[in-house]
T-cell receptor, first 112, second 113 residues
Framework: SQQGEEDPQALSIQEGENATMNCSYKTSINNLQWYRQNSGRGLVHLILIRSNEREKHSGRLRVTLDTSKKSSSLLITASRAADTASYFCATEGGGSNYKLTFGKGTLLTVNP | GAGVSQTPSNKVTEKGKYVELRCDPISGHTALYWYRQSLGQGPEFLIYFQGTGAADDSGLPNDRFFAVRPEGSVSTLKIQRTERGDSAVYLC???????????FGEGSRLTVL
């Protein structure tokens, strides 16, 4: 079963714009992670935010976590064509401290 | 190698055949995971190894699926009597226990005709 649900399912923007993707989940978590997947490739870890953190930054990425609403958002600023990929949120927790449960992902297209 | 290596990258087989997919994790990573990803979906958990033992195989869909990791490094996912519904990308990932971040291979794309 998949715990996370990303929103929107697909997002198309112009280069230079910001992209925001949202993730909702159902059970308690230890941490929430975002991964990126280029078409036909494996997943690459982007950022991890722990349940006691509210916001985290890494380069052009900003992640927020609201455990009261069981939701997270990923913001990519000043997007580039190379950011075109699928983005997945994954949660660790809900009784398991080793297993990541992934959402269905958001397909981001950045047009040059 | 530096990353997680999966072979074969592509496998086409006929319904009813037996298939083996191999994963070579990052050296020193004690945790190894198998996930399955269908088109347009996120990865779905199949099985988790800590060392040589399968600590959680709750995601294996049925008894046609089996995985081993006899020496605590390389793992093989075995699928018997393949069905068309088994067609998917099978992803392997490894991690350092407790770190939480998974390092994925490029996947093995299985097509059952």
């Amino acid at each position: 079963s998949q715990q996370g649900e990303e929103d929107p399912q697909a997002l198309s923007i112009q280069e230079g714009e910001n992209a925001t993707m949202n993730c909702s989940y159902k059970t308690s978590i230890n941490n929430l992670q975002w991964y990126r997947q280029n078409s036909g490739r494996g997943l690459v870890h982007l950022i991890l935010i722990r349940s006691n953190e509210r916001e985290k930054h890494s380069g052009r990425l900003r992640v927020t976590l609201d455990t009261s609403k069981k939701s997270s958002s990923l913001l990519i600023t000043a997007s580039r064509a190379a950011d075109t990929a699928s983005y997945f949120c994954a949660t660790e927790g809900g009784g398991s401290n080793y297993k990541l449960t992934f959402g269905k992902g958001t397909l981001l297209t950045v047009n040059p | 190698g530096a990353g997680v290596s999966q072979t074969p990258s592509n496998k086409v087989t006929e319904k009813g055949k037996y298939v083996e997919l191999r994963c070579d994790p990052i050296s020193g990573h004690t945790a190894l995971y198998w996930y399955r990803q269908s088109l347009g979906q996120g990865p779905e958990f199949l099985i988790y190894f800590q060392g040589t033992g399968a600590a959680d195989d709750s995601g294996l869909p049925n008894d046609r699926f089996f995985a081993v990791r006899p020496e605590g490094s390389v793992s093989t996912l075995k699928i018997q009597r393949t069905e068309r519904g088994d067609s998917a990308v099978y992803l392997c990932a490894s991690s350092t226990r407790g770190e939480g971040v998974l390092f994925f291979g490029e996947g093995s794309r299985l097509t059952v005709l």
